[in-house]
Structure formats: structure tokens, C-alpha cells
């Protein structure tokens, strides 16, 4: 069936460091990407998407690019701020008889702290 | 847009008793799912219904575990006889499908429902 793996945290840096947290995944179809977000005592906000092949998501400074060759997604950011500091999930999803994306799979997620 | 909401927020309960979660959707949302979180784990997907059909369920969903959506809208998780082992996080999620559309809306998620089983 398809899984995600993703780096294992916890993961502390300072703020303005760089951020790389690594994605894989398999999958027997065609998956749309994604990263999720848990924020402290929040619930799961939607960070980026990507839907095919070399597409970039990118939102609030995060970027992945959807790597096929390396089944891979992983999520960057060139300087985190204290306010970054969440859990991070990589997820990918399925597609149904149709065609369309549907259920999620998701990694263990990654938790993140940055320090000021 | 509320938002998905989901009631309650936090239960307690005894082993061997039974409870049931309620979420509601976003509006025009058709689709539910239900997933169920771990301390330190991702989100494992329990099942999920497009208006007021269930499409799928995992291997997940014993048989103490039912889930409705009876008029499309809202929908309830049941858990019967509960065990230690069903504590949990438990999330609702909801998305927009059309059909022959290839990408459809990602799914939006609920602040969860914290089941604790003494």
C-alpha cells in the first residue's frame, strides 16, 4: 500500500536558520503531495500542495517540489521564524476509480521548534 | 466558512462504555472523513462518505467502531465497548469532489475530538 516517510524529529533550530525537512513516499498510483501543518493546540492546516511531476508548492516562505524520480517532496524554507514552530506533516493522496484525489496517507510528522 | 466543527473536544469515559463524536462539515462540502491520531503518529484514515454514502472503510474500523452520515450533512463516529487502546485524537475532514474533475479540493480539517479511555 502507499506510505509516507519522513524525517524524525524533533528538529530545533535558531531563528533565520535554514529548514529542510525530508519527504519520501510509495505509492502504486499517480499521488497528489502534500504538507499539513499542526500548530500548538490547533488542528491541521493545509501548508502547500503539489499535483504532478516538478511542480513547486510554495506558501508563507515553505516551498517542495514534487520529485518523481527520487519520490521524493521535501519541504524547505530559507529563514523560519519562532512563529514556524508546529509539527509538519508530508501526505500524499490516493486517487479513486475516478481519477480524483481522495483519502490521505500520512507520514509521522516532524516536529519543529524555533528558538529566537 | 465555519470551518469544520467537532463536538466535543475532549471525552473521557470508562472502559467498556460507549461515545459518540459528532462533526460537522464545511457547507458545501461532500464529502467526510474520519481519521484517527496517535500520540507522536500521523493521521490514519478510518473511512470516509461522499454525501451520505460510505465509500470506504480501513481495516482500522473494528466492528465496535460505526460511523454515519445519515442526510449528507453532519455526521457521528461511534464507539462501542470502549478499550484503552481507543484512546486517541480523533479528526473529521471534509473536501469538495466533482465529478470529472482530476484534482479536487484538499481536504479541510477539524480541531479534533481527544478521547481518553480510563
Known amino acids: 500500500g502507499d506510505s509516507v516517510t519522513q524525517m524524525e524529529g524533533p528538529v530545533t533550530l535558531s531563528e533565520e536558520a535554514f529548514l529542510t525537512i525530508n519527504c519520501t513516499y510509495t505509492a502504486t498510483g499517480y499521488p497528489s503531495l502534500f504538507w499539513y501543518v499542526q500548530y500548538p493546540g490547533e488542528g491541521l492546516q493545509l501548508l502547500l500542495k503539489a499535483t504532478k511531476a516538478d511542480d513547486k508548492g510554495s506558501n508563507k516562505g515553505f516551498e517542495a517540489t514534487y520529485r518523481k524520480e527520487t519520490t521524493s517532496f521535501h519541504l524547505e524554507k530559507g529563514s523560519v521564524q519562532v512563529s514556524d514552530s508546529a509539527v509538519y506533516f508530508c501526505?500524499?493522496?490516493?486517487?479513486?476509480?475516478?481519477?480524483?484525489?481522495?483519502?490521505?496517507?500520512f507520514g509521522k510528522g516532524t516536529l519543529l521548534t524555533v528558538n529566537p | 466558512d465555519t470551518g469544520v466543527s467537532q463536538n466535543p473536544r475532549h471525552k473521557i469515559t470508562k472502559r467498556g462504555q460507549n461515545v459518540t463524536f459528532r462533526c460537522d462539515p464545511i457547507?458545501?462540502?461532500?464529502?467526510l472523513y474520519w481519521y484517527r491520531q496517535t500520540l507522536g503518529q500521523g493521521p490514519e484514515f478510518l473511512t470516509y462518505?461522499?454525501?451520505?454514502?460510505?465509500?470506504?472503510k480501513s481495516r482500522l474500523l473494528s466492528d465496535r467502531f460505526s460511523a454515519e452520515r445519515p442526510k449528507g450533512s453532519f455526521s457521528t463516529l461511534e464507539i462501542q465497548r470502549t478499550e484503552q487502546g481507543d484512546s486517541a485524537m480523533y479528526l473529521c475532514a471534509s473536501s469538495l469532489y466533482l465529478e470529472g474533475v482530476s484534482y479536487n479540493s484538499p481536504l479541510h480539517f477539524g480541531n479534533g475530538t481527544r478521547l481518553t479511555v480510563t
Open positions: 501526505a500524499l493522496s490516493d486517487r479513486d476509480s475516478g481519477g480524483s484525489n481522495y483519502k490521505l496517507t
Open positions: 462518505f461522499q454525501n451520505e454514502a460510505q465509500l470506504e
Open positions: 457547507s458545501e462540502h461532500n464529502r
